[in-house]
T-cell receptor, first 113, second 115 residues
């Protein structure tokens, strides 16, 4: 049973519009959340993270929102650019096992020029 | 700045053959990891090593062995490859725990096919 879920396997967005990628988790012990971005034939690269003591973290065009009561987080990309086309993985970890990061299945984002 | 280097990039094996996937990092990280990526499954942890000389099982360790040769190198061995081990394998490294905010740095991956 997946502890980190990304229920949309794919998403298409027009260039310049907002992209919203969603992630749900089941383990209430998770207290740190990360987003990774992956291009084809490359390894994932870290994008942005958020601690459970916050409900929002912003880095340039990327903002992550955390709703602890709903066990839900989302990644907003504004404005979306063609270079943002990639697979985005949501990931989570718990205080008892920070080395064991649990990844979601990923969402493939296509930004259409 | 090489980061995390994996070899080989591609490999085709026959069922029952053995092979070792190599990984090296030059960032002086303590922790190293091996993941496999399968369609619809995300990245699943096979083994990890919190420091030189220690290894621990992850979510899917069966059929694999690992060696943390030194601080830089962490290898993954398939003793008798099976078609179910066809996957893309990623090695990663990080500084430990909260200091590093759990950020892992990944290699480019090894695409393995077992026929």
């Amino acid at each position: 049973d997946q502890q980190v879920k990304q229920n949309s396997p794919s998403l298409s967005v027009q260039e310049g519009r907002i992209s919203i990628l969603n992630c749900d988790y089941t383990n209430s012990m998770f207290d740190y959340f990360l987003w990774y971005k992956k291009y084809p034939a490359e390894g994932p690269t870290f994008l942005i993270s958020i601690s459970s003591i916050k409900d929002k973290n912003e880095d340039g065009r990327f903002t992550v929102f955390l709703n602890k009561s709903a066990k839900h987080l989302s990644l907003h990309i504004v404005p979306s650019q063609p270079g943002d086309s990639a697979v985005y993985f949501c990931a989570a970890s718990a205080p008892t096992s920070y080395d064991k990061v649990i990844f979601g299945p990923g969402t493939s984002l296509s930004v259409i020029p | 700045n090489a980061g995390v280097t994996q070899t080989p990039k591609f490999q085709v094996l026959k069922t029952g053959q053995s092979m070792t996937l190599q990984c090296a990092q030059d960032m002086n990280h303590n922790s190293m990891y091996w993941y496999r990526q399968d369609p619809g499954m995300g990245l699943r942890l096979i083994y990890y090593s919190a420091s030189e000389g220690t290894t621990d099982k992850g979510e899917v360790p069966n059929g694999y062995n690992v060696s943390r040769l030194n601080k830089r190198e962490f290898s993954l061995r398939l003793e008798s490859a099976a078609p179910s081990q066809t996957s893309v394998y990623f090695c990663a490294s990080s500084l430990p725990g909260l200091l590093a905010k759990n950020i892992q740095y990944f290699g480019a991956g090894t695409r393995l096919s077992v026929l």
